[in-house]
């Protein structure tokens, strides 16, 4: 069992950073893929982006250049580090764990957030114009 709290989410304006973390506990391992999904009200989910336990990237199409994700393995926490936030980035973003190899964006976007083996209770990152 793996428990994964979120936090750093609030309201910025449109063009400001925030930074996401989110720290796993119980049964983890590096080896894990952690990441991020995102849900506006009204809307469906979306994948945001993810990283293995060797650094290796994905990264959806609408906040590439914008996001960076990263680990801290001794911690077992990921980040989501986001710039240039837009209204549009509006949402709960909830943590993920998914074990096994690593997978690309499109992957991840088909499975969903309920088809990772973890996530979160998500946290609300309100971004206005």
């Known amino acids: 069992q793996v428990q994964l709290v979120e936090s750093g989410g609030g309201t910025v304006q449109a063009g400001g950073s925030l930074r996401l973390s989110c720290a796993a506990s119980g049964r983890t391992a590096s080896s894990y893929n952690m990441g991020w999904f995102r849900q506006a009200p009204g809307k469906e989910g979306e994948f945001v982006a993810a990283?293995?336990?060797?650094?290796?990237?994905a990264v959806a199409d609408s906040v590439k250049g914008r996001f960076t994700i990263s680990r801290d393995n001794a911690k077992n926490t990921v980040y989501l580090q986001m710039n240039s936030l837009k209204p549009e980035d509006t949402a709960v973003y909830y943590c993920?764990?998914?074990?096994?190899?690593?997978?690309?964006?499109?992957?991840?976007?088909?499975?969903?957030?309920?088809?990772?083996?973890?996530w979160g209770k998500g946290t609300l990152v309100t971004v206005s114009s």
């Open positions: 993920i764990v998914k074990n096994g190899g690593w997978y690309g964006s499109t992957w991840y976007q088909d499975q969903g957030r309920y088809g990772m083996d973890y």
């Open positions: 990283i293995s336990g060797g650094g290796y990237t």
